[in-house]
């Protein structure tokens, strides 16, 4: 079965400061991970994703993520936060039959 | 711009009640999904489709139904709800590929007294 973890359930950073975000999947074949962000009030939007190649992925916004298959992990990060950059964060990982398997979410919340 | 969409942003329901949640893409999206959302649980899966007429159960698909007939329109039913149905839903598509990206609505948060 498919899984994931994401280990933080609240952050707060301050604006301008470095954000990391740190997702570990439990999947039997090769993943399909994605980055969604979900603002107040709004549906879950998508920052990235993996399937393949490269294993540092850029997204919008400004956030990239990496995949690293030894430690099962795909961690996000973002050199500069903004204020605007304040939601909750879901990792996900699919596969071929096309569920997407959630993680709990990590809430950001930025301090000026 | 693509488009998800929920028919209603918040419902209110008595116990026993049948509930429909309908839900609208505009992209010609084969797959849908309808997910459960809770604090601390994050998103769950409780029934997708890859085709008009076709469904599949997710992680959680007691206490509900889904409805395909045309392409665009994916409904969610709550046969008799409970209490313990008070959450938001969301409804998602996407075309077929496991890595193509799922677009969702922006929910319905569904209160059952």
């Known amino acids: ?112 | 711009d693509v488009k998800v969409t929920q028919s209603s942003r918040y419902l209110v329901k008595r116990t026993g009640e049948k509930v429909f949640l309908e839900c609208v893409q505009d992209m010609d999206h084969e797959n849908m999904f309808w997910y459960r959302q809770d604090p601390g649980l994050g998103l769950r899966l409780i029934y997708f489709s890859y085709d008009v007429k076709m469904k599949e159960k997710g992680d959680i698909p007691e206490g509900y139904s889904v409805s395909r007939e045309k392409k665009e329109r994916f409904s969610l039913i709550l046969e008799s709800a409970s209490t313990n149905q008070t959450s938001m839903y969301l409804c998602a598509s996407s075309s077929p590929g496991a890595d193509t990206e799922a677009f969702f609505g922006q929910g319905t948060r569904l209160t059952v007294v």
Not at chain 1, 65 to 81: I, T
Request: hydrophobic content about 35%; charged content about 15%.
């Open chain 1, 1 to 112: 079965a498919q899984s994931v973890t994401q280990p933080d359930i609240h952050i707060t950073v301050s604006e301008g400061a470095s954000l990391e975000l740190r997702c570990n999947y439990s999947y039997g074949a090769t993943p399909y991970l994605f980055w969604y962000v979900q603002s107040p009030g709004q549906g879950l939007q998508l920052l990235l994703k993996y399937f393949s190649g490269d294993t540092l992925v850029q997204g919008i916004k400004g956030f990239e993520a990496e995949f690293k298959r030894s430690q099962s992990s795909f961690n996000l990060r973002k050199p500069s936060v903004h204020w605007s950059d304040a939601a909750e964060y879901f990792c996900a990982v699919g596969g071929r039959d096309y569920k997407l398997s959630f993680g709990a979410g990590t809430t950001v919340t930025v301090r000026a």
